[in-house]
């Protein structure tokens, strides 16, 4: 298993080392991993003048996995945009093909009153957004700003999906829900779309249904999108993969991962076409409080957790982490952002240390 780990910038560094000593520990128990580190973002930048150096896109080409912390720091924001931080991330992701983003949102019985919702509506939630991520109107041409005859202007911008794309994606989907049934019973998949308005979302509608016929024991059904953001709130825990394109899915992943309440906890997952896949949490590089050793490395150690089940297929060792992850709440460890109010708090290195514990 080689293993390129970016651990970028703010609490990258810090939480990446927890995610390196749990792949140590791993390694201890006869797992052959190989890990190579080079930097990204404003690390890049100070590094090599460039987010994303020669160097960091290579190794990450020639490695299996790549085990990413965040990016993103105030010294940076006045950079000319292609020298951003942010760069280097878009531009990692697109030179590899990532074109399936997972994000699970999941909310530990132990952590349920961090949700602004109430506890029976999410405790025990497990669902997986599964969202396209190098299509659909981000990325469709043509686009712009432009000027009418009558010397208004308009912002346009062009909605694409082509039906390769789709069928990638739904392949994808569908895979990810039997993988899952094994813990959740019935494989179940739910297409977001607008088709009642879209005709990209009617294209998207008819090539799932077409690929759901090769997948004859996961449950397809489909939902409006703006339903789907109801529904999400109304009740979660009705879903277990959600399948969409890119847009929606940036917003509903966003609006899914507030119903944990913990972005510290929620890890992410970028897949190619052969399950090689770039890792990261979904949050940022938390300038604020990056070097003071309080930054919470679950979302990244369970990011290790992702890397195993989808590019390593090592279902067991996955699961090995989560129970650790699960046995640290379970006593009752908690870094800052997952604290209850006068509880005692513990830093980011002994919430690694305590989580190779239970390994
Ligand atoms: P952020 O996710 O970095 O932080 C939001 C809030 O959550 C902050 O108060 C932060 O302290 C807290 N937080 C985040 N991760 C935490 C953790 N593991 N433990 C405890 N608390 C945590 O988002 P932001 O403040 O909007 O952005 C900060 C920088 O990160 C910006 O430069 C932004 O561009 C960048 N960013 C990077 C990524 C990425 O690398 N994928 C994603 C989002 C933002």
């Known amino acids: 298993m080689k293993i390129a780990v970016l651990p970028g910038d703010g609490i990258g560094p810090e939480i990446v080392a ?9 390694r201890s128990d006869g797992l052959k991993i190989e890990l190579e580190y080079a930097h990204i973002g404003g690390a890049g930048y100070d590094a090599a003048g460039d987010p994303l150096p020669d160097a ?8 299996d996995a790549v085990l990413l912390g965040a990016v993103g720091g105030y010294q940076y924001d006045t950079l000319a945009r292609p020298l951003r931080p942010e760069q280097g991330l878009l531009r990692i992701r697109k030179a590899l093909g990532l074109f399936a983003n997972l994000r699970p949102a999941m909310v530990y019985p132990e952590l349920v009153d961090a949700s602004s919702l109430k506890p029976e509506l999410v405790s025990g939630l497990d669902i997986m957004i599964l969202r ?8 469709g041409q043509p686009r712009g700003i432009r000027t009418l005859e009558n010397g208004e202007r308009q912002g346009f911008d062009t909605m694409l999906y082509s039906e390769s794309e789709i069928r990638r994606i739904a392949h994808v989907g569908f895979q990810i829900a039997m993988k899952r049934a094994g813990k959740n ?11 009642n308005v879209l005709d990209t979302s009617i294209l998207w509608r008819e090539i799932v249904g077409d690929v759901a016929k090769q997948y004859p024991a996961v449950a397809l059904s489909h939902m409006y999108v703006d339903n789907a ?11 277990d993969v959600i399948l969409t394109g890119n847009i929606f899915g940036d917003i509903l992943s966003d609006e899914a991962s507030m119903l944990t309440g913990s972005i510290g906890m929620l890890p ?3 897949l190619d076409a052969n399950n090689k896949g770039l890792y990261e949490p979904c949050h940022g590089s938390a300038p604020d409080i990056a070097g003071k050793d309080i930054a919470n490395p679950l979302a990244t150690i369970l990011s290790v957790a992702m890397m195993m089940r989808y590019t390593f297929a090592r279902e067991d060792i996955a699961q090995k982490i989560e129970t650790a992850v699960r046995s640290t709440l379970q006593q009752g460890l908690r870094t800052g952002d997952i604290a209850e109010a006068g509880k005692q708090r513990i830093g980011t290195e002994a919430m690694g240390d305590a989580v190779v514990q239970a390994l």
Do not use: H, N, W
Request: charged share 20%.
């Open 56 to 63: 960091t896109l290579k190794l990450a080409q020639d490695s």
């Open 229 to 239: 953001a109801m529904q999400l709130i109304r009740a979660p825990k009705q879903f």
């Open 268 to 270: 992410s997952a970028s």
């Open 132 to 139: 396209e991520l190098t299509g659909d109107i981000y990325f």
């Open 18 to 26: 927890q995610a390196a000593k749990v792949l140590g520990a791993l």
């Open 185 to 195: 019973g019935q494989a179940k998949v739910c297409s977001v779309d607008k088709a």
